[in-house]
């Protein structure tokens, strides 16, 4: 059995988990009064910022001895995406911890309460066990509705001073899981675009087949996107590009058809349809080449459609540079952070694109260096998922792994001269 201390972690990890911040409704009030007592019991000094009302950033600091080298930032999201609880197991915001198994349930096990309570912990034994002194000061930041793009959270908090006076070098914020005993690592996300597709069209009878209805203007350009989309993945499937590396536009709702009480009016063609689209684009796309695409053959005018492209953050940096982290000598803090999940015991694979989209883009976008990394191997990818889970033995490896990971990077300073 386990000693009541190395559960302690455990239990605050679920605890953490049990707050409902899944949207539209998230509650952001009671986690974040949760993290300020933790900050308390460790010693760490915390403030929160509302730049938005009801949308608070939690930020932690832990100071270095020499305040003035830039510091380094862990940041989570305290929000979660919806869960559909008749098809868990387990009620997603129960944290239902299997004795035979070790698995903890709930939505955001993965994605990414995890991080934030390792951070945490992390912290917790560098300063409780370990008597350890940070050179850099260290900043933990929890913010809101980083899944429904971060506008009024990791957007709002770059522009402000508070942001500028943390004088941020170095960033660590949320990865994906890993199915092999490597830990992945990520140098850039994929950038969001919402795509809404409107068809118009002659209304008419049911029964009657006529050139230039709604359905077929919009069923014509389902088809084109669905073939541009296997020819993307036809190249993922060939091995020559990973997920994140080709642009993936995947249909998410249809909406046509004329209500009736009993579900809709089957007779009657209707005058007007629309179709959205996740559409993520690699940080070295062109942009334009797809806006061109979408213009002209997904919803052309002489189709009778339209569109609207809704984008989602920044897709190129303050200078116009794609927004990715060098992952090579060139970048001092790449070296540091390697070397630390070495010493760990950890393997790293090949750094990555991530293939979602996270708030180290609105970091990237500052030219500040930002790794995307949660360091749970052999662990099935589940966010976003049903029955989301993380072993409690991968949430405690993690711990072990940041305390590396944070006391090497706060350690680091640059060889001068
Ligand atoms: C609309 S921004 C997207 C944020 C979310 N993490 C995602 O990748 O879907
Ligand atoms: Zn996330
Ligand atoms: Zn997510």
Redesign the pocket.
Known sequence: GKSHEEREPITRFKQYLRFNTAHPNPNYTAPVSFLISQAQSIGLQFKTLEFVPNKPILLLTWPGSDPSLPSILLNSHLDSVPAEPDKWSHPPFSAFHSPETGQIFARGSQDDKCIAIQYLEAIRNLILVKNFKPIRTVHVSCVPD?????FDGMAKFVESNEFRELNVGFVMDEGQASTNDDFRVFYADRS?WHLIIRAKGAPGHGSRMFDNGAMENLMKSVEMITKFRESQFDVVKAGRAANSEVISVNPVYLKAGIPSPTGFVMNMQPSEAKAGFDVRLPPTADPDLIRRRIAEEWAPAIRNMSYEIIE??PIRDYKGRPLMTLTDDSNPWWSVFKQAVTSAGGKLGKPEILA???DARYMRQLGIPALGFSPMANTPILLHDHNEFLKDTVFLKGVEVYESVISSLSSFVEPSG
């Open positions: 980083e899944e429904i793009g971060g969001p989602k953050g979602s989209t996270t």
